[in-house]
């Protein structure tokens, strides 16, 4: 599964492996809002909602996702970038197994995703995006791993699956993960002014937001977040913002206190909104149908 950019357009091979099938999907759709335009909010879709179209990552040329693909009934999952240039969709990986969660490396230079491999393992995989290297694992004994985060000095933290989740950090050199928080949420981020990872948790019943900082391997608890909110951003290192329902709040971490409604986007998605990436005066955002 190698990804290869080409002048004029995108080119992708794919190296075939076993069948990996899924469970029914939820339906999603991903739709992309643009702030302060000369006619104010913008909102376009960028999916269909006629399959699982999740976890967007906003980029300055595009949207990398995840998206259904459906193969003689069976179902599994591949990434995809939208292009600004063209405004196209490509399946970057094309493969028979399940690749989740596209990040963009530190460097920038290649993606890396859960796979779901042949033996059922989720493991970090990379991708690189403009050479002729091969895909590769990671971590090879790290696993189950769901979600991720890149930090500014080769580390990474790692939601991991469990009874309970675990929140894990490494450096790539390391290879060895340690358990720095327990029933965590899925959204994990990287805060350069704070020099910190951040994540939600569960603690005495209560949600909050939190971050780890390697350096010292403190946690903190920043603020307390609604219940079942497990999805947010930041807009800067200083604001984050989540959904209720289909309203986008943001709130201060310098002055936690102080929330306040943000965008309303009730016209756009009537039901519930997850995902959110943001970049640039641009959000990305999920409604699950």
């Known amino acids: 599964m190698k990804l290869t950019l080409v002048r004029q357009g995108l080119a992708f091979t794919a190296l075939l492996l076993p069948l990996v099938a899924n469970s029914?999907?939820?339906k999603s759709e991903i739709l992309l809002a643009t702030l302060n335009t000369e006619y104010g909010l913008q909102v376009s879709r960028v999916t269909s909602a006629d399959r699982y179209n999740n976890q967007p990552l906003l980029t300055e040329k595009g949207i990398y996702f995840t998206q259904e693909?459906?193969?003689?009934?069976?179902?599994q999952t591949d990434l995809v970038f939208y292009s600004f240039a063209d405004q196209q969709s490509y399946n970057l990986t094309n493969s028979p197994v399940s690749e989740y969660s596209p990040t963009l490396t530190p460097s920038g230079d290649a993606l890396s995703s859960i796979v779901v491999e042949p033996s059922g393992q989720q493991k970090l995989w990379q991708y690189p995006?403009?050479?002729n290297e091969q895909p590769s694992r990671i971590f090879e004994w790290i696993e189950p791993v769901g979600y991720h985060a890149w930090g500014r000095d080769n580390d990474v933290v790692m939601f991991i699956l469990g009874e309970?989740?675990?929140l894990q950090y490494t450096k790539v050199a390391a290879a060895k993960g340690n358990v720095v928080a327990k029933d965590i949420g899925r959204t994990l981020t990287f805060n350069a002014t704070l020099s910190a990872f951040t994540f939600s948790y569960n603690k005495e019943g209560k949600n909050w937001l939190a971050s780890y900082d390697p350096s010292t391997q403190a946690v903190?608890?920043?603020?307390?977040?609604p219940d079942n909110v497990q999805d947010y951003a930041f807009t800067n290192d200083d604001t984050v913002i989540y959904s209720l329902h289909n309203r986008i709040y943001k709130r201060s971490v310098s002055e936690?206190?102080?929330v306040s409604l943000w965008l309303d986007l009730t016209p756009y998605c009537s039901t519930q909104i997850t995902r959110l990436s943001y970049n640039n005066e641009q959000l990305a955002f999920v409604c699950s149908k």
């Not at 903190?220 to 977040?225: E, Q, V, Y």
Request: charged content about 30%.
């Open 24 to 26: 029914a999907m939820p």
């Open 69 to 75: 693909v459906k193969d003689q009934g069976e179902s």
């Open 129 to 131: 995006l403009e050479s």
């Open 164 to 166: 309970p989740h675990t």
């Open 220 to 225: 903190s608890d920043i603020f307390r977040l």
């Open 256 to 258: 936690p206190d102080s």
